[in-house]
């Protein structure tokens, strides 16, 4: 558990990776993998507030209270710049970016899903915490070549 008086992190963020219970050290690769399982594990998906018209805040308190501390669920642009803000917070090169989902194999699909774009090692991946049971669960590289499988769903980044 993080010492809140040991760090200059924002409250909700350390009440956020106390939740997670990860084990791998920070600024470590490992630790952003860990951060992208265990919040899946954790954090429900839930379009229901946006479907429903609610004005949803992304400011980073209402952010947290909403989805971490109340349990609301969230979709994609909530969770994913949830993602986006702890990284950023703790120093990781980071970059929020908007994807088209290509479900219906449609190529001109508009681009309505938010990522988080990672650097690490001279290398891009992209962090997936907002789509539900689709989710990928580790770091996907933007590597058009490769395809990456995980059970019976397959991501590739185009």
């Known amino acids: 558990m993080l010492d809140i008086r040991a760090t200059s992190l924002a409250p909700h963020i350390?009440?956020?990776?106390n939740a997670l219970n990860i084990t791998a050290p920070m600024g470590s690769f490992?630790?952003?993998?860990?951060?992208?399982?265990?919040?899946l594990a954790t954090f429900s998906f839930s379009s229901i507030n946006a479907m429903q018209g609610v004005y949803l805040s992304l400011e980073a308190e209402a952010l947290?209270?909403?989805?971490?501390?109340?349990?609301?669920?969230?979709?994609?642009?909530?969770?994913n710049r949830i993602m986006y803000l702890v990284l950023q917070a703790?120093?990781?090169d980071v970059r929020p970016a908007l994807a088209r989902v290509m479900l219906n194999g449609k190529?001109?699909?508009?681009?309505?899903?938010?990522v988080t774009l990672l650097k690490f090692a001279d290398k891009t991946y992209t962090i997936?915490?907002?789509?539900g049971v689709k989710s990928p669960v580790?770091?996907?590289?933007?590597?058009?070549?490769?395809?990456?499988n995980e059970g019976r769903n397959?991501?590739?980044v185009e």
């Open 14 to 17: 350390v009440h956020y990776l």
């Open 30 to 39: 490992e630790f952003v993998a860990q951060l992208q399982r265990q919040h």
């Open 64 to 79: 947290f209270d909403r989805v971490i501390n109340k349990r609301q669920g969230g979709y994609c642009f909530e969770h």
């Open 90 to 92: 703790l120093g990781y």
């Open 107 to 114: 190529i001109d699909n508009p681009r309505t899903h938010r």
């Open 128 to 131: 997936e915490v907002g789509f």
């Open 138 to 148: 580790f770091p996907i590289e933007v590597d058009q070549s490769t395809v990456f």
């Open 154 to 156: 397959q991501y590739q």
